[in-house]
């Protein structure tokens, strides 16, 4: 009978929309918002700008899009207990969001379309890691920097030896296969013993069972580093590099990056970024760090040093 | 302006054919691997023993049930996170070699049941050992039946290879130069426009070889 | 931290595997009502290309060949840039009920790219189903008296879309598989929350106690899509077998469709 085939198939098609509808309702509690007890007294102060501007249809809408990372602890990453975003750059971007008077919405800015959404307007605000170098300030507007990730080394806590990369010659150095730092260390210790692999793990087990002597790239990840292994390792010496990151803004919207950098010198004076520093990264490094006041154009030029 | 969206062609010539053939390359050198995989899995595939069979069964299911794109990170980011060193260009042929392979290999099984099953029997009886049967007999044939649904698959190939340039291997392939080109002139239609047409080079040019290829080749059961 | 052993341990820890699962449904949402869109546009699609007027017909054959050749990844990149305005839209005016990933505007893209590229290789399927059936069908219709419009849809559809489940189930895995692209244009979809799973998990900045290697985070999204997929070419197989025992005759393969493989 042409029923059973037919059967089969509604039975099929039943599955799917059953799955359709258990899909819904289970995972849209939050919907990227957060800022719910600030904002009422944020309206009170936020300014509110012209309806024409940039800005101002922002407010008109309600909310800005800020895109973040969600994969790049700890400044933009998605717990998947909560399927909330959080962060360094998150909380920043809730700081601009308040000064505004609007709900924050997070959207995910993979490296390839962090720019093009700028471009198109799929996203207001870009706040990913993303590093002030000549190539971007070509394509898109920054903020001012609002954090700066250094190169620094990491030994063992009862290594003697190495204070700071001039003691690096001769031993073996760990970093990742065609990262910045490879490059760094060859300029900066050309007699280090470079030891080259595909990931940070990797080096973290080098380290651990005396490998190599030393592990070098972003603090950050240094730090998390430190924070797995307890008290077996350390940092030490001054930096190697620099890497300024700055909020992505679309070329031209000049109004934009002023309210921007508004918003993050209030930050940095008033100690909200030292806040957030210690609440991401302080808490676990145990080491302070004071917020960046470097403008765009020396940030460009810090970078050109890493590289020359 | 009809003569801004050339542009993007002439301006950026030497990109545009520079991922051209890289894409060319990354299908060359996925097909190869494809190829050889495809016929040691078919040839499992039809092993009298029952354990090869299944060994080969196993690889089919396992690789055409899943995501090329999920592949490609197992192999690109999994095994380089424990520890395997393997560069882009390796990670990105093999994973779609591996991938197409699968699929080459039932292909090749069903020219393998074309050949008409008094073929092997008369030449075990003449005393051919069994791979021998099917170096000799049964896979020359084979593989002239199946000239065409290969082609199809190489079709695919071309179209699969473009994943790769979109994900995080970036190798710079024909899709990869469109993205960049959109990014910096902000003008996605003409860049897109000039990639899809750039791949239809590619399918066309491998339809009308496979075309020439049967009318040579094929055996036409 | 690299113990080759798969222990899989992330997954009942922290919400890790459920979290991943949610977002497969996600996949699974968006392989289904692409391919409900995809079979009616593709449908249009064939009986235009079925059509005595020589104009539409290769009109029509051209556009199914343009976008059967073209890259899937292509199309969904593209239209999501030229689809903005639409985009734009749908986030205004999307409902609630629909899953977080649904309501952003990059679903706008990815439906778009996924149901005309599907529509053409299905219209593809269908002319060919349709194609097999024998003359006698059409010409025994006309003879009946039934216009064009009525032996289609009584004669001849019915039989030339029941030769072509095995086929369209087959376009369905390949669909499935199909979705992951769409974490190219970061939808949050299964891909994008491995990534996610993977950062957080274990990293001493987010409290997490438990690691999600990537290779064991990937293989367990890959085995969700196996295991799905073998599911409906079992059900595939023994639709055919129905099909068989039921019209007494060898349900015709229909060849030349393995650039079906994505």
Known sequence: MRGITWRVLLAVMAAFAALVVAGCGGNDEEAGTGGGEATATATAEAEQFDPGTTLGKIQEKGEITIGVKFDVPPFGFKNPQTNEVEGFDVDLGRAVAESLGVEPKFIEAISDNRIPFLQDGTADLILSTMTINEERVGEIDFSDPYFIARGRILVKADNEEITGVDDLAGKNVCTVLGSTYEATLKKQAPEAKLRLVD???????????????????????????????????????????????????????????????????????????????????????KEEQDPPDISVEEAVELVKQNEA | MPIAFVDILTDNFGEWSSGFWVTVRLVIGSFVIAMVVGTFVAALRIAPNVWLQRLGGVYVEFFRNIPLLVLLFIVFLGLRDQGIRIDAWTAAILSLGLYTAAYIAEALRSGVFAVPKGQIEASLSLGFTYSQTLRRIVLPQAFRTVISPIGSLVIAMIKNSAIIGASIIALGDLLKVGRILNSRTFQAFPSFFWAAVGYLILTIAVTIAIRRLETRYAIRR | MTAPAFIFDWVPAENNGRYLLEG???????????????????????????????????????????????PLVLLILF????????????????????????????????LAALILYNSAVLAEIMRAGILSLPRGQGEAASALGLTYAQSMRLVILPQGLRRMVPATVSQL??????????????????????????????????????????????????????????????????????????????????????????
């Open chain 3, 79 to 110: 239209l999501t840039v030229l689809l903005k305005p639409v985009r734009e839209a749908w986030e205004n005016a999307a409902p609630d009920f629909l899953p977080e990933s649904f309501q952003s505007g990059l679903v706008v893209g990815a």
């Open chain 3, 24 to 70: 497969f449904v996600i996949n699974l949402e968006v392989a289904f009502v692409s391919l409900i869109a995809a079979m009616a546009f593709g449908l249009l699609l064939a009986l235009l290309r079925l059509s005595r007027n020589r104009l539409v017909s290769f009109a029509t054959g051209l556009w199914v060949d343009v976008f059967r050749n073209l």
């Open chain 3, 173 to 262: 895995i390949t669909l499935n598989k199909d979705t992951t692209l769409v974490s190219l244009i970061a939808f949050q979809d299964v891909m994008r929350r491995g990534r996610s799973v993977v950062a957080n998990a274990g990293n001493p900045f987010t409290g997490s106690k438990v690691e999600a290697p990537i290779l064991e985070v990937f293989l367990f999204i890959g085995l969700l899509f196996i295991v799905v997929n073998l599911l409906l070419s079992r059900l595939s197989r023994r639709l055919e077998i129905r099909e068989q025992k039921r019209s007494g005759t060898k349900l015709q393969r229909v060849e030349g469709l393995e650039d079906q493989i994505t």
């Open chain 1, 199 to 285: 990931s940070y793990s990797e080096c973290l087990e080098l380290i651990q069972n005396d490998t190599v002597d030393a592990v070098s790239t972003d603090d950050v990840i240094l730090t998390g580093m430190i924070i797995q292994t307890g008290d077996e390792l350390k940092l030490v010496g001054d930096e190697l590099t620099q890497e300024p990151y700055g909020a992505g803004i679309k070329k031209g919207e000049q109004q934009m990056v002023d309210h921007v950098n508004e918003v993050f010198s209030a930050m940095k004076e008033e100690g909200r970024w030292k806040e957030l520093y210690d609440k991401w990264v302080g808490q676990y490094t």
